[in-house]
């Protein structure tokens, strides 16, 4: 397909997810169309881990398909996830390990997006790289969560660095930022 065509049907299929992503948040469809196209569809059977403790943690994933569980080290459930959730956004910025594994409860189809691939789209949009890596770097702030969803809603969330922690927020589309 021409890459026009691609772009358009990466968009149709992932713009609204990724739009809600905290760290691409209010990023503008250019730039949401170049990380759409930087997908990879991966493909898991049930057991299977997608993260593991201890590993080298460089990428996110958004479900497509299935149910995932996120455990602690040893063994303790803390998460699950399903169609439409993502884990991981905080490894595309700066690469952490693993603190968790994710196993595939059943079939699952999940999209990748690695941090080197990121790394090259941010090459072509240097000032959300800058938001984005502010939000990321910046843990001076230790703010309430709800005030920084409120906050990236108006469209200042530069200004509430590392306001999103592990977990889930209770709020529609917006999850704390998960470091898997």
Known sequence: LPRSMRTALALSLHERLLSTIPIFYRSGSDFIAQVALALELERYNAGEKVAMFGQIADRMYIVFLGCLAMKAYDGRHIS????????????????????????????????????????????????????????????????????????????HIESYPCAFKKGTVSNGNFRKLSMV
């Open 80 to 155: 699950s996830f399903i169609p439409g959730d993502y884990f991981g956004e905080m490894n595309v910025v700066r690469v952490q390990i693993h603190r968790t594994t994710v196993t595939c409860h059943d079939f699952c189809e999940v999209y990748r997006l690695t941090k080197k691939n990121l790394d090259e789209i941010f090459l072509q949009f240097p000032s959300i790289m800058k938001a984005v890596h502010r939000l990321m770097y910046d843990s001076s702030l230790d703010i309430e969560p709800m005030k920084a969803v409120r906050a990236s809603q108006e469209g």
